[in-house]
């Protein structure tokens, strides 16, 4: 979940090891131009020929003074939590909040959320995409502070983070549903130059999201499903744990796709 251009596609791309387009069930592109382009639809089913183990569904981002959307979102997730098959029910969130417009970055209806809606077991990892625009604001101010081009530059990340977790994400910390786990992305939009980053990265949200689940069932789903992860399912056979992951909310299934 999130709003439009947060990175949505592209960590799903990621997470299934593909570039090609997600579907509307077993047809559909949602990036095709069909009647269907542009509408969200938290109950559309989102897939990836290339890992079809996952469904994923996507909600739009939360606007301001606006209820509907979000009680949209929470009525989905109180009708998924309470089915009884894994097919159908709610495994985990990922909420994917860009940090590249200051102003923007954390809205009052985003912390709405982390208010109001109480997911239960089912884990919210807080996504921060687009994360190297703070690292190019924390290079620019150790310029100007005078430290010469390698020390800047080896800094900005580290400031980044720091000005981050006490001016943004303490906000949202401080709400009464808070994320379960959180992660910062840096890069995804630059695939063929850091593909080896963004490795490291995909297998650290599912690590996260693994950690965050509620059964060893869930965890031991998760690391079957993404079979094209080796690490993450060496790890997680070896301590007899395992996972399952989405996107606004994706669902896992064991069944072919067809």
């Not at 998924?80 to 969130?93: F, G, M, N, Y």
Request: aromatic share 6%; glycine share 4%.
């Amino acid at each position: 979940m999130g709003k439009a251009n947060a990175g949505k596609t592209t960590i799903l791309q990621a997470v299934c090891g593909t570039r090609e387009a997600p579907q509307i069930g077993a047809k559909k592109s949602i990036l095709s131009p069909t009647s269907l382009r542009g509408i969200h639809n938290i109950e559309y089913e989102l897939r990836f020929r290339s890992n079809p183990g996952f469904v994923f569904h996507d909600s739009r981002g939360f606007e301001a003074g606006s209820t509907e959307e979000l009680e949209m979102v929470r009525a989905f997730i109180k009708s998924r939590t309470a089915e009884r098959s894994v097919d159908k029910q709610l495994h985990a969130i990922w909420f994917c909040l860009p940090t590249d417009h200051d102003a923007r970055m954390i809205t009052a209806a985003e912390l709405d959320f982390f208010q109001r809606c109480d997911t239960g077991k089912v884990p919210v990892i807080a996504i921060f995409t687009k994360f190297d625009s703070l690292d190019g604001q924390a290079y620019q101010e150790l310029r100007r502070e005078g430290f010469e081009h390698s020390e800047a530059q080896k800094g900005a990340p580290r400031r980044a983070n720091e000005q981050f977790e006490c001016v943004h994400l303490s906000r949202i910390l401080k709400q009464r549903y808070p994320p379960k786990r959180e992660l910062r992305i840096r890069n995804m939009h630059e695939v063929d130059r850091h593909e080896v980053a963004i490795k490291r990265t995909v297998t650290e949200l599912l690590e996260k999201t693994s950690d965050a689940l509620d059964t060893d069932a869930l965890k031991l789903l998760l690391a079957t499903i993404q079979n094209n992860n080796v690490e993450l399912c060496m790890a997680n056979l070896v301590n007899r744990q395992v996972f399952a992951s989405l996107v606004m909310v994706s669902l896992l299934q064991t069944l072919p796709y067809p």
